[in-house]
């Protein structure tokens, strides 16, 4: 076997032992980087502190695999990000948007009962309607169950931005109708303007929300995606933020039916030849 060979040969069985070890030695020696990290988000959000914790070492556990000692990058430095990161996805993934009340978790848990054995019963799938009697439920109670619903899985802002206050709606005119009465919508108008203003966006700025704000991607990873540089996607993620909160601020006042009626009041929509993204 020649030097070169040698030199680009598997590790042998006493380096990867070597490596493991120095490995477990750094997540002992570092640990204590985990818990105000942990507690930092714990106190922003309703999962256990504890939880945290634990998803944050496999997190420290990782950068320690990956961690290279030859770098002039302190352990801590290159960690934190490591351990910041996994915490961030445990909550977008896994924990719930919010923490609802024992009851209405107790209502979910068995609306979810029902729903899997109407089937079996009657041979078909439940409607709203045939749900909300046999949870024994008046129209308030049920759509309060539906908003706990809702807001208790995230949405996205792309594609599904109404879709989690679509059946309220329907619930909110139905009990309307009975009252003798309508509502304006407020929830569904601002849903709307926000999906239009949304669409007006430019195609790289909405491609730079989307995987920065929504995904959860880095500059470097998205940068990467789109062949730029991380400060041209910074640039086009602040330059997007900005026009969705102006567009939404301009839209704010009308009511929806003069909004139908009109433009789009959006710097992309009016001027749809220019391009408003940074030059790469």
């Known amino acids: 076997m020649s030097d070169k060979s040698r030199a680009t040969a598997a590790p042998t069985a006493a380096q990867r032992s070597q490596a493991h070890l120095q490995r477990n030695q750094r997540v002992d020696q570092y640990r204590s980087l985990v818990t105000p990290i942990a507690v930092h988000y714990g106190r922003r959000c ?3 502190i504890e939880d945290l914790i634990q ?3 496999l997190g420290l556990l990782r950068a320690a695999e990956l961690f290279d000692a030859q770098t002039r990058t302190p352990f801590e430095a290159f960690a934190r990000p490591h351990i ?3 915490i961030l996805h445990y909550l977008r993934d896994s924990a ?3 923490r609802l009340p024992r009851r209405q978790m107790e209502l979910h848990d068995k609306l979810r009962q029902v729903q899997a054995n109407w089937h079996k019963t009657h041979g078909q799938e439940a409607n709203s309607e045939d749900l909300r009697r046999a949870l024994d439920l008046s129209i308030p109670q049920w759509q309060e169950l539906q908003r706990g619903k809702a807001m208790a899985r995230p949405i996205g802002l792309a594609d ?6 679509a059946e309220q709606a329907v619930d909110r005119e139905v009990g309307s109708a009975q009252q003798g009465s309508a509502e304006p919508n407020g929830e569904g108008e601002y849903q709307l303007r926000l999906k239009r203003q949304w669409a007006c966006l430019k195609p790289e700025l909405r491609q730079v929300v ?4 929504i995904s959860g991607w880095t500059y470097r990873r998205t940068a990467a995606l789109l062949k730029v540089s991380p400060m041209t996607v910074q640039r086009r993620l602040k330059r997007g933020l900005a026009e969705l909160r102006q567009g939404l601020g301009r839209s704010a006042n009308p009511p929806i039916s003069s909004q139908l009626s009109s433009p789009v009041s959006c ?3 009016r001027h749809r030849g220019q391009s408003v993204a940074p030059a790469c």
Do not use: F
């Not at 599904?160 to 206050?165: N, Q, R, S």
């Not at 989307?210 to 704000?213: G, S, Y």
């Open 84 to 86: 910041r990161g996994a």
């Open 210 to 213: 989307d995987k920065v704000v």
């Open 160 to 165: 599904g931005v109404i879709e989690a206050w």
């Open 267 to 269: 710097p992309s929509c």
């Open 46 to 48: 309703p999962e256990p």
């Open 55 to 57: 998803v944050g070492l």
């Open 96 to 98: 719930l948007a919010v």
